[in-house]
């Protein structure tokens, strides 16, 4: 599987406690879509994959970046 490089968290002192909670809830929210994502597109078959243009390949890129009409 591949590693996606994440933006590190600005925790500099403009920043409250409550905006930086929230953006690490937001990143746990998105790591989920993304591991949702990644089972989904893995347990369809390569015509399913192929009818979004995507081979068994090209799941790990789709993952991260995601998909049109997906």
Do not use: C, W
């Not at 490089?5 to 929230?22: C, F, K, M, Q, Y």
């Not at 192929?50 to 890129?61: E, K, S, V």
Request: net charge positive; aromatic share 8%.
């Amino acid at each position: 599987m591949t590693t996606a490089a994440l933006p590190r968290l600005d925790t500099g002192p403009s920043h409250s406690l409550s905006e930086i909670a929230v953006a690490f809830f937001e990143g746990v929210a998105e790591g989920r879509q993304m591991e949702m994502r990644y089972e989904r597109l893995s347990r369809m078959s390569n015509a399913e994959l192929a009818r979004f243009g995507l081979t068994r390949q090209d799941i790990p890129r789709a993952t991260v970046n995601g998909i049109k009409g997906f």
